[in-house]
């Protein structure tokens, strides 16, 4: 299993543009084979934080969601429209 943490900080004028486009890749990967979780979390904190919380059942999943058009059209908009996006990948 392959879990990726992905922490976004976003201004606020650009929170409800991101927060809207990982919601629709969050729909679209979780219709994926191999997906075991895709969930997103807003800090109730700080507004600025958002948190993806992604597990794939295999390396090979993993792969294979990153090649998707859903992947290659989203995230670079989410990367575009945010201050800071840090990817943490952990096996387990």
Not at 24 to 29: T, W, Y
Not at 71 to 89: A, D, G, Q, R, Y
């Amino acid at each position: 299993m392959i879990r990726i943490n992905v922490e976004i900080t976003v201004s606020e004028q650009k929170r409800a543009k991101v927060l809207d486009n990982i919601l629709r890749l969050a729909e679209k990967s979780r219709k994926e084979t191999g997906c075991a979780g895709y969930e997103i979390f807003e800090n109730s904190t700080r507004p600025e934080s958002l948190l993806i919380l992604e597990t794939w059942e295999s390396p090979e999943a993993l792969a294979a969601h990153e090649q998707t058009e859903h992947f290659t059209t989203l995230v670079p908009i989410t990367h575009e429209n945010s201050e800071k996006m840090e990817i943490k990948k952990f096996s387990f």
